[in-house]
């Protein structure tokens, strides 16, 4: 993220007294560690920061939890641990992305027993105020490259999907302006935030606990020198109550 960027996004710091530290469910570490656990998944934990990410972000033991655009549920089964067994995750994909997910994600589902699989296209999830909080990580700049009125039915969904006073975290690349950020598949932070804005949420705080200044934001996100840990922004923002 760059320095300017974070400057604008942290003046919310100021605007809001809300700090959303949690404490996950026991067991948390022992799940990440488990045997179960694929291998490939356990090896990105190092750059994602799992815990302290979801510490930040406020999610606690029992709650119940969206994963919006899972894919094969990599923070699905992150969340799962999480909330614990008396907690809830609703792992999302879109209908378009079914037959690439679900082999990857039906397994974890029936593994951890605390997971629910919810296939829909974005405008049409239909939960009414069932999450606790929400989560998507590195999909929003790819809505974002759609159009806004993708943007719209998105985040749309999400809102309509938390209590009021529900959580939603955005992780994504973090882009920079003048850079061709769609065809490198990223996007600004101050892009991202001002999308939730005027959506409804507010954005209550950023963090740098995935910032990567190794990544100067001119690669493209897959580019094989990133080694898939490119400079990402955690957004945290809020529905009102």
Do not use: C
Request: aromatic letters at 6%; zero cysteines.
């Amino acid at each position: 993220m760059n320095r300017n960027t974070k400057i604008r996004l942290a003046v919310v710091l100021l605007l809001s007294a809300a700090v959303a530290s949690a404490d996950v469910a026991s067991g948390f570490d022992e799940a990440l560690a488990s045997e179960g656990r694929a291998s490939e998944d356990k090896a990105r934990d190092a750059a994602r920061q799992p815990k302290e990410v979801l510490e930040f972000v406020g999610i606690s033991e029992g709650m119940t939890v969206l994963d919006v655009a899972a894919s094969t549920g990599w923070y699905t089964e992150v969340l799962a641990a999480a909330v614990g067994p008396d907690g809830r995750v609703i792992a999302h994909n879109t209908e378009g992305r079914r037959d690439r997910s679900e082999p990857g994600i039906a397994p974890k589902a029936e593994r951890l027993g605390n997971v629910t699989l919810l296939f829909a296209d974005f405008g049409s999830m239909g939960l009414d105020g069932e999450a606790d909080a929400a989560l998507t990580a590195l999909n929003f700049h790819d809505i974002h490259n759609r159009g806004a009125e993708a943007v719209a039915w998105f985040l749309g969904d999400v809102y309509k999907a938390l209590k009021p006073g529900g959580v939603f975290a955005v992780i994504d690349h973090e882009g920079s302006a003048g850079q061709d950020n769609k065809s490198l598949h990223r996007i600004e932070s101050a892009v991202a935030a001002a999308a939730l804005e005027q959506a409804g949420f507010v954005v209550e705080a950023v963090s740098d606990i995935l910032d990567n200044p190794a990544d100067d934001h001119s690669l493209h996100m897959r580019d094989e020198s990133l080694q898939r840990n490119t400079d990402r922004f955690l957004i945290r923002a809020r529905k009102p109550e």
